[in-house]
């Protein structure tokens, strides 16, 4: 809207036509007190004013308006009758006006000026828009980046908190921040610690991070500077991502080398106690086989029962003994494989008969499914039967009420596969992966069932040392399956 300012009426009705007629909207005033009222409430593109008026004349309502932040950009034309000379002219400009022009008016002129400033008017309009706009963006900008350093600052207090060592580091996996226990495994926040000549070099382990973009765990041995000694840290390499991808990264070492320590002496106590078991042990054996012998003759009577008995619980003794050693030979690396071409079928028939003969079950049913093996099988017959004997002991252990076992059979071009099924207990579907880790129990079971949970664990390192695989399918309270397979050549 234009306004117009003029104390004489016939001037303002003329300019208004005129503007009107080139659609301009029109707003008037009779004085300088009326104009700055006007201007003071409604907002103008252009101010038309006279610069003779009675009161206040056109040039302080000028010099008003420049003072006002909110009217300082209206554009404003003089129209005087009389001040031509250049010292007015330059009095109109330096009270904020912008043109100025001569009674009487010239419509052209004036409307090619009304014209220009009101454009003028619409593109500061436009301009203070893209102004705000851009203000309130580097505003929020501002805003986002000071959270975002609030964030780093906060993870930064919460690694700096933790008992292990910690460090951040750049999407490019340049560390950026280490915290103060780093500095006792190395001397400078952008050298990794120094790390065990037989373990794999930290550079490598976190270059496969940052080039494959995948997490880490592992056990690592680092130097600690001070003592010069290396300890087993758990090193946990994890990605901060965002909707965009991986941000940066989290590492921690954990330090686990009292753990490391006591697991190792109680495998040392293992390998020594099962060994001197396992001597007085033989003997006892062999006064029993003796024992027997002069029995023999007299084979019902009740010495004859409880030598028998006293015979089976050396047999379990023996073979948990076993047990015990076969650990300490795994945990040494030492469990050895016999490997030698056998007779698969004959294996399984002879463990089916031996497990109807001595099982407590008078009633125990099990069944075959699947293809008999036709080919000979490349590996340590022992063993296997020690895993088959494992599935099936435990498949009539933790089935109780239960007299029927399934046991499933499936020959393919490069495999076996030999899967034991039971219709027992079941194992919750959380615990399933764990059976296979050595002393792990179920703790649901473990009060109802007597056994040390290392049997399976020494089954799954068999079967890996055949380049087999293993695993275990169940359902809760409906039955369990385990399984293995064997490559053929
Ligand atoms: P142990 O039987 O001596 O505890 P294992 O290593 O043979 O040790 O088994 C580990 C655990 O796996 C057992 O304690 C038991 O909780 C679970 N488990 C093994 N076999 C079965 C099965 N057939 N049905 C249900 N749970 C089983």
Not at 200 to 222: G, L, Y
Not at 456 to 462: P, Q, R
Request: glycine content about 6%.
């Amino acid at each position: 809207m234009i306004l117009v300012v003029d104390d004489q009426t016939e001037n303002i009705y003329a300019l208004k036509k005129l503007l009107e007629s080139k659609n301009f909207e029109v707003d008037t005033a009779s004085s300088g007190e009326e104009a700055l009222k006007k201007v003071l409430k409604a907002d103008y593109a252009l101010i038309i004013l006279d610069v003779q008026m009675p009161g206040i004349d056109g040039f302080e309502v000028a010099e008003t308006l420049s003072g006002y932040s909110r009217t300082k950009e209206v554009p404003i034309i003089f129209l005087s009758a009389v001040n031509t000379e250049k010292k007015f002219i330059a009095k109109g400009y330096a009270s904020g006006g912008i043109d100025y022009i001569t009674k009487p008016v010239d419509p052209d002129i004036l409307m090619l000026k009304v014209k220009t400033f009101h454009r003028l008017y619409e593109q500061t309009l436009a301009l203070n828009e893209i102004q705000d706009n851009l203000k309130l963006e580097i505003e929020s900008r501002k805003k986002a980046q000071q959270e975002l350093h609030e964030k780093v600052e906060q993870l930064h207090t919460t690694l700096e908190s933790l008992p292990q060592i910690a460090f951040r580091a750049d999407e490019w996996g340049r560390v950026n921040f280490v915290n103060k226990k780093w500095f006792q495994y190395s001397p400078c926040p952008h050298t990794f610690p120094e790390v065990h000549p037989d373990d794999m070099s930290m550079e490598k382990v976190w270059m496969d991070c940052i080039n494959h973009q995948c997490p880490e765990e592992m056990e690592i041995r680092i130097k600690e500077l001070k003592t010069g000694l290396f300890r087993f840290h758990l090193l946990s390499i994890m990605p901060v991502k965002s909707s965009q991808g991986i941000k940066s990264w989290v590492g921690t070492f954990t330090d686990i080398d009292e753990q490391k320590q006591e697991e190792k002496r109680k495998d040392e106590f293992l390998s020594i106690a099962s060994h001197e078991l396992k001597t007085p042990l033989t003997s006892i054996k062999a006064y029993i086989q003796l024992l027997d012998r002069v029995q023999q003759k007299q084979p019902e009577s009740p010495a004859s029962t409880y030598i028998s008995r006293a015979h089976d619980q050396v047999n379990k003794l023996d073979s948990l003994i076993g047990d015990l050693l076969d650990i300490s030979k795994i945990e040494n690396g030492k469990l050895k494989m016999n490997k030698e071409p056998f007779d698969l079928e004959h294996l399984i028939s002879g463990i089916i008969e031996t497990i109807g003969h001595t099982s407590n079950q008078p009633n125990l049913k099990i069944e075959r499914q699947g293809t008999p093996f036709s080919r000979p099988i490349m590996g340590d017959s022992i063993r296997i039967e020690q895993v088959l004997i494992n599935f099936f002991t435990n498949a009539i252990k933790y089935s109780p009420g239960s007299d029927r076992i399934v046991l499933h059979t499936a020959q393919e071009d490069d495999h076996i596969y030999i899967g034991v099924q039971d219709f027992g207990i079941g194992i919750p579907e959380h615990k399933k992966d764990r059976v296979f880790s050595k002393f792990y129990r179920v703790e649901e079971s473990s009060v109802r069932f007597q056994g040390l949970g290392i049997g399976l664990h020494i089954c799954a390192e068999i079967i890996k040392q055949h380049n087999g695989s293993y695993g275990v399918e169940s359902t809760l309270e409906k039955g369990t399956t385990f399984y293995f397979t064997l490559p053929i050549s």
